[in-house]
């Protein structure tokens, strides 16, 4: 009998985890400007969602098909409406990961590189309400919510290049960090908060920092005058801490 019912627990977890990782007719994804629905889950793999009313046409659409044997993982596909992808610098066949962990529900586009170049939050809020807590969040500080907020592109684009490459470090900073480059040193050795590690490697990320790295390096990874938020002046490239 225990075996019995330890066999169906296990049932029930596999399936849970399974279903955790599955987009369903109905979810809601906001990116910082857009609210898209899902409209439709054609044959359990092909995921059609978008940002307008249904009965009218709708202003824009994302379509993903599921990759079969790995959970969790989809790919953005070309829609019914649309010749080009929903996302400014994304391509057609790029990884899109249904990440759901640490508390945390989120849509991750991903460069072949891996890193998320734009993400789109699960929520049960309508528009308005989403558009509130964006502008709550491009309000605060970026110091106040690098490591407790996933910063989306809208955010992003409105932060200067320079300024970005200081919030990617200051994550690593905040976890202790040494720094090779000298300007990042002296920036944040005088910081109360700042307590260098012995060894880097030892430093572990949580799924927020992690995305807002990845996030922050494919802004910057933008070529000159592409990011919105670019001034004038060049900006060295090379001294990027990694």
């Known amino acids: 009998m225990k075996k019995i019912l ?46 307008g009313n249904p009965m009218s ?8 098909e599921k990759v079969k044997g790995k959970q969790g993982e989809y790919t953005l596909q070309p829609s019914r409406q649309a010749d080009e992808p929903p996302f400014l610098f994304a391509e057609f066949g ?57 910063l989306n592109k809208t955010y ?9 490459r200081l919030m990617r470090n200051e994550i690593l900073a905040r976890h202790g960090y040494r720094f090779a480059s000298k300007d990042l ?6 910081m109360p908060w700042y307590k260098p590690c012995k060894d880097n490697n030892a430093i572990r990320l949580n799924i927020i920092e992690r995305t807002n790295i990845e996030m ?10 592409l990011h919105p938020a670019d001034v004038a002046g060049d900006v060295d490239q090379s001294d990027f801490e990694e």
């Not at 369903?24 to 940002?51: N, P």
């Not at 640490?102 to 890193?115: C, W």
């Not at 040193?185 to 005088?190: A, D, H, K």
Request: proline share 5%.
């Open 57 to 64: 046409e709708p202003d824009s659409e994302v379509t993903l």
């Open 156 to 164: 992003l684009e409105k932060i200067p290049r320079e300024e970005l």
């Open 94 to 150: 790029w990884r899109v990961q249904y990440v759901r962990q640490e508390g945390m529900n989120f849509l991750a586009v991903r460069k072949p590189n891996g890193d998320a170049m734009h993400i789109m939050v699960l929520t049960p809020d309508n528009l308005e309400d989403c558009l509130n807590q964006q502008e709550t969040l491009e309000s605060e500080l970026p110091s106040d919510i690098l490591c407790t907020a996933l």
């Open 185 to 190: 040193q002296e920036l944040f050795e005088p």
């Open 216 to 225: 922050i390096k494919s802004e910057e990874a933008l070529p000159e005058g």
């Open 6 to 51: 330890l066999s169906i627990i296990a049932v029930l977890a596999c399936t849970f985890a399974a279903q955790a990782q599955t987009i369903r007719e109905g979810d809601k994804f906001f990116d910082g400007s857009t609210l898209y629905t899902v409209q439709e889950v054609r044959m359990g793999s092909i995921v059609y969602m978008t940002s």
